[in-house]
T-cell receptor
Framework: AQSVTQPDIHITVSEGASLELRCNYS??????LFWYVQSPGQGLQLLLKYFSGDTLVQGIKGFEAEFKRSQSSFNLRKPSVHWSDAAEYFC??????????FGPGTRLSVLP | DTAVSQTPKYLVTQMGNDKSIKCEQNLGHDTMYWYKQDSKKFLKIMFSYNNKELIINETVPNRFSPKSPDKAHLNLHINSLELGDSAVYFC??????????????FGPGTRLTVT
């Protein structure tokens, strides 16, 4: 069965520090991978996606993610976090014609 | 222009009532979805629907039913509301046919509180 794990429930970083959010997946075929961000009281916004090709993908707001097939991972990174990045982050896996499976989310807090 | 919109944003109602949440997308997408987000932020797919097929998550009670008057709308009807139905409900849409792009676009959510 398809599944997504995000090992960190809550991460706190200082503003300006680097960030890495972990995502591991279990999927029977080549997955499509996504990262979404949810600000408090808001819907989900797509940060970036991986379908094929270059395993390092760039997204909005200065985020990037790297697909590592051997590790079944798709970790999200940002070199310098801003206070406005505080939010809930969701990793998701899916494929054409199939529903998404979302991870449980990682809540990011940013210290001034 | 809002891509995926939902109404209402907040809905407070009593147990046993029947309510509906509306969703509209102006992206020309062919597939729409309903998700439930519980108090722990866990997102769970409830339905996916295109003009050909309705896929129901087997864990969803039959008190919940999606209704699509046209391709741009997918409304969620809930009968005999229960306390456990309290959650945030998200509508989403995507292109699922003839496209190499598969991301889902989400609405702002409807916070349902059952008292």
């Amino acid at each position: 069965a398809q599944s997504v794990t995000q090992p960190d429930i809550h991460i706190t970083v200082s503003e300006g520090a680097s960030l890495e959010l972990r995502c591991n997946y279990s999927y029977g075929a080549t997955p499509y991978l996504f990262w979404y961000v949810q600000s408090p009281g808001q819907g989900l916004q797509l940060l970036l996606k991986y379908f094929s090709g270059d395993t390092l993908v760039q997204g909005i707001k200065g985020f990037e993610a790297e697909f590592k097939r051997s590790q079944s991972s798709f970790n999200l990174r940002k070199p310098s976090v801003h206070w406005s990045d505080a939010a809930e982050y969701f990793c998701a896996v899916g494929n054409y014609g199939q529903n998404f499976v979302f991870g449980p989310g990682t809540r990011l807090s940013v210290l001034p | 222009d809002t891509a995926v919109s939902q109404t209402p944003k907040y809905l407070v109602t009593q147990m046993g009532n029947d309510k509906s949440i509306k969703c509209e997308q102006n992206l020309g997408h062919d597939t729409m979805y309903w998700y439930k987000q519980d108090s722990k932020k866990f997102l769970k797919i409830m339905f996916s629907y295109n003009n050909k097929e309705l896929i129901i998550n087997e864990t969803v009670p039959n008190r919940f039913s999606p209704k699509s008057p046209d391709k741009a709308h997918l409304n969620l009807h809930i009968n005999s509301l229960e306390l456990g139905d309290s959650a945030v409900y998200f509508c989403a849409s995507s292109v699922n046919s003839g496209s190499n792009s598969y991301e889902q676009y989400f609405g702002p959510g409807t916070r349902l509180t059952v008292t």
